[in-house]
């Protein structure tokens, strides 16, 4: 059969900043998907996007063929509202862990379909499936189950979630080309749209630990997916949040899971606590709710329970104990005076280092390695005060770890320190 487009010709298109038809674009992502079109092709088409960018109806188009390159999950029939969160990723980032409970505690059915952690920042399953006997994969038929019983489920994304973004994302991830606001955009909303949540909340980070350290670029990754979200009948809102400090205390897994757990029984570190309860009155907010307290279901109780139930119906045990590493060593202050700054992206790559991590997709991670901060900014300490544990199950690691510490943490006169606002604005 003659085929209607060539590649090489969208590709000289795109290169010389010509926009590509809706069709040219349908083609090319169901070509891709079904294994026509060569790696070295798609990969330089999504380099001519890097730098000529897509028009808006270009990114729509995109976002509809690969989300139709895959099935949408159908949640009617429910008989509630079904609000879904997304994050584009942080360091210390155990929003979902809270976050689901809280929202599902007021009798919202919260879907969470969640990755792996690749890099600086932790996967949400990785940090989940340190509790012994929990499981990431659950069936269609499972999801609804939990959906109806519970109220919420983190679970992987399964094969046919958008399969035309899982081969192009591991393209974009090994040839340079992660970081273009349309790819990003589609590649994201194509998932979200087709996990068939009527309304959607975008947690969209930035700052050194994020993935868009520029919030101008944020901002406008944030309003791009709104209006994806929006065209695509789902009811949007993005919220920036700053990231150029670790959220709470834990990185790492196990620890980030106990960190969870205490803020859900009311005794969280105050960031950790302050950005969950945005999401949440959003997320609530979307579902018809806007006078739901999340701070009331974090004090209560009632987000506990969620918990619980949740950790249970995976297969878990919410009750047992959690891995810990055979080694620790403490970083220390070497001066007098206020913590004015803790760089997350270093503090992520030393837990990834010390083996929180993984650099390979499909490694395994070491559930019990992480860091536990002792103090946040705007603390005032003395030379030779904790700033921080580090914890491996491998010794070998502590020094690579110390290094990427290496000038993360400032300390400095009390008067050079201000707080930084954690909420940056919201889209939407
Ligand atoms: N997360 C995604 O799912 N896709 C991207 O392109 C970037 C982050």
């Not at 584009?88 to 809280?102: A, E, F, I, N, R």
């Not at 803020?263 to 949440?280: E, I, M, S, Y």
Request: glycine share 12%.
């Amino acid at each position: 059969m003659t085929e209607p487009y060539d590649m090489v010709d969208l590709i000289l298109a795109k290169r010389q900043g010509e926009a590509l038809t809706g069709d040219q674009i349908r083609w090319m992502i169901a070509k891709y998907t079904a294994g026509g079109i060569l790696d070295a092709q798609m990969s330089a088409l999504t380099m001519a996007i890097c730098f000529q960018g897509m028009t808006p109806r270009e990114t729509g188009d995109l976002t509809t063929a690969m989300l139709e390159s895959g099935t949408r999950m159908d949640y009617s029939g429910l008989g509630a509202p079904v609000v879904d969160k997304h994050s584009t990723g942080g360091v210390g980032d155990k929003v979902t862990l809270v976050l689901m409970p809280v929202v599902a505690s007021f009798g919202v059915k919260v879907p969470q379909l969640s990755g792996r952690g690749l890099g600086h920042t932790g996967g949400t399953l990785d940090k989940l499936e340190s509790i012994p006997g929990w499981r990431a994969d659950l069936t269609s038929e499972e999801i609804r189950e939990q959906l109806r019983t519970v109220g919420g489920m983190v679970c992987a994304a399964g094969a046919d979630l958008a399969p035309a973004d899982r081969r192009l994302y591991a393209l974009r991830d090994a040839t340079g080309t992660v970081d273009a606001i349309p790819l990003i955009a589609s590649s994201i909303m194509s998932k979200k749209i087709a996990e068939g949540a009527q309304g959607l909340v975008l947690d969209v980070t930035t700052g050194s630990g994020a993935f868009l350290t520029d919030p101008a670029e944020a901002r406008e990754l944030a309003r791009t997916m709104v209006h994806l979200g929006e065209h695509a009948g789902v009811r949007t809102r993005a919220i920036l949040t700053d990231m150029s400090a670790p959220l709470g205390f834990a990185i790492g897994n196990a620890n980030e899971v106990r960190e969870a757990v205490q803020t859900l029984q009311g005794r969280g570190p105050a960031d950790l606590v302050h950005v969950v309860c945005v999401l949440a009155r959003a997320m609530l907010e979307l579902a018809g709710l806007p006078d739901a307290d999340p701070r009331r279901a974090l004090a209560d109780g009632s987000a506990l329970r969620v918990w619980r139930d949740f950790v249970s119906a995976q297969g878990g045990d919410p009750d047992a104990a959690l891995p810990e590493a055979d080694h620790s060593s403490i970083l220390r202050a070497e001066y007098d005076g206020v913590v004015l700054d803790l760089e997350a992206r270093a503090f992520g790559v030393a837990a990834w280092r010390l083996g929180a991590g993984r650099s390979v997709p499909g490694a395994p991670v070491d559930h019990a390695a992480g860091i536990d901060l002792r103090v946040k900014p705007g603390d005032r300490v003395r030379r030779g005060d904790p700033i921080c544990e580090l914890h491996a199950t491998d010794p070998d690691r502590l020094p690579r770890a110390y290094e990427a510490l290496e000038g993360a943490v400032s300390i400095g006169d009390a008067t050079r320190w201000a707080p930084a606002p954690l909420i940056l604005g919201s889209v939407g």
